[in-house]
């Protein structure tokens, strides 16, 4: 009996074995899952690293699992990871790991990822697309779902926003999910949407548009105004958010089609550039079932930028995402999952070392890697 447990492998003990049981299964699902996990917070990059660092690592991993063959090979980590459906992973692990970080906060940004490393010419597949949903405020994954390949994140998001608790939760979409019935959902679940609109959405883009140039100024001291500034990296950029009540400026029509809308907003964003003394300016709009307060909107349409920062940005440079070879549709998605996983556990942890340290720390020192993990004796 291992000396040390978990709340996390008591969870994958409770997932369905999806293999044929017979005489020739040598690794229990909890052992080859358990596995497949400690390489990814490790930095492993594939199966071959992952089995290569249990080898090395063998001593600790029989602390709190039973390994009766040894550690299972690259080739049966394969094999596991290929028919273990993703829904059924995230159902287990996602309560694991709110449990063990904190109740994520109201913001919920949702958006696509494609990960290159999935396409195959010779075998005419497309890389594969990814819409997760993202905690922003305390860098927290709430879920993810793959893009058919005959399909698009219109189809996507929907069955994404059915895994996720939108109670008093503000989702903000990009102009892909700017579409009524995702609205309606979100309104539906008691929830309230940000969703950014462009061309995709013609009627209702040219009376956004209108709307801000009939709409008079705010004074100065409006909650329906605010600008902010920021410097950083060479560049100054002033952000104007100005929000109207959607009701007074949008036609009959589309104010019954959007579910709960409340407030049309557009961001005006200008920067200047030190290096090349230029500058450019931005304007984009928005939908939201928000009361029209620049500051609140403001805030949330700013953080959306943290899934493309926080996640999408360190998937590919810390977790070489993008790199990594995988033509198996299941194993591609379950491998993302334990990459997302992977780094929310790391954002959770307090040290001030960057991502990346903490990611090699968890690989270098099992005491870090066991934290991590919250393991404790029996």
Not at 42 to 53: H, M, N, R, S
Not at 148 to 158: G, H, L, M, R, W
Not at 232 to 242: M, N
Request: charged share 20%; hydrophobic share 40%; with cysteine.
């Amino acid at each position: 009996m291992p000396p040390m447990t978990c709340a996390l492998v008591e969870q994958v003990q409770t997932i369905p074995d999806p293999r044929r049981q017979c005489a020739n299964l040598k690794h229990p699902l909890v052992d080859v899952m358990m596995l497949g996990f400690c390489g990814v917070l490790a930095g492993c990059e594939d199966f071959v690293e992952i089995a290569t660092w249990g080898k090395l690592h063998e001593a600790f991993l029989r602390t709190f699992l039973e390994l009766p063959q040894g550690i299972p090979s690259h080739d049966t980590l394969t094999r596991v990871f290929a028919v273990l459906p993703t829904a059924t992973l995230q159902a287990v692990l996602l309560p694991w790991l709110q449990e063990r970080r904190e109740v994520p906060e109201e913001w919920i940004h949702v958006d696509g990822k494609t990960l290159r490393g999935t396409r195959c010419q010779s075998r005419k597949l497309k890389a594969l697309h990814v819409v997760s949903a993202w905690a922003g405020q305390t860098g927290l994954t709430l879920g993810q779902v793959a893009v058919d390949a005959k399909s698009n994140e219109i189809t996507a998001v929907p069955e994404l926003l059915k895994l996720l608790d939108l109670h008093e939760k503000i989702v903000t979409l990009d102009a892909m999910g700017c579409q009524r019935e995702i609205a309606q959902r979100i309104v539906e679940g008691g929830g309230d949407y940000i969703l950014a609109v462009k061309d995709n959405q013609p009627t209702v883009h040219a009376e956004v548009q209108a709307a801000f140039a009939q709409a008079p100024a705010p004074p100065l001291r409006s909650s329906r105004r605010t600008t902010t500034f920021e410097k950083g990296h060479g560049r100054y950029e002033q952000r104007t958010v100005q929000v109207v009540p959607a009701r007074e400026y949008l036609s009959a029509a589309p104010a019954a089609l959007w579910a709960g809308v409340l407030s049309l907003v557009m961001v005006t964003r200008v920067v200047w550039e030190q290096a090349t003394e230029g500058s450019s300016m931005e304007v984009r709009y928005f939908l939201s079932s928000l009361p029209p307060v620049a500051r609140r909107l403001g805030s949330a349409i700013r953080g959306h930028w943290s899934i493309e920062n926080g996640l999408h940005w360190v998937l590919d440079v810390v977790f070489r995402e993008d790199a990594r070879r995988l033509y198996d549709r299941t194993t591609a998605e379950n491998v993302a999952f334990m990459n997302r996983l992977a780094l929310s556990l790391l954002r959770g942890d307090p040290s001030k070392s960057s991502l990346k340290v903490k990611r090699k720390q968890a690989g270098w020192s099992t005491p870090y890697l066991a934290q991590l993990l919250g393991l404790h004796y029996k």
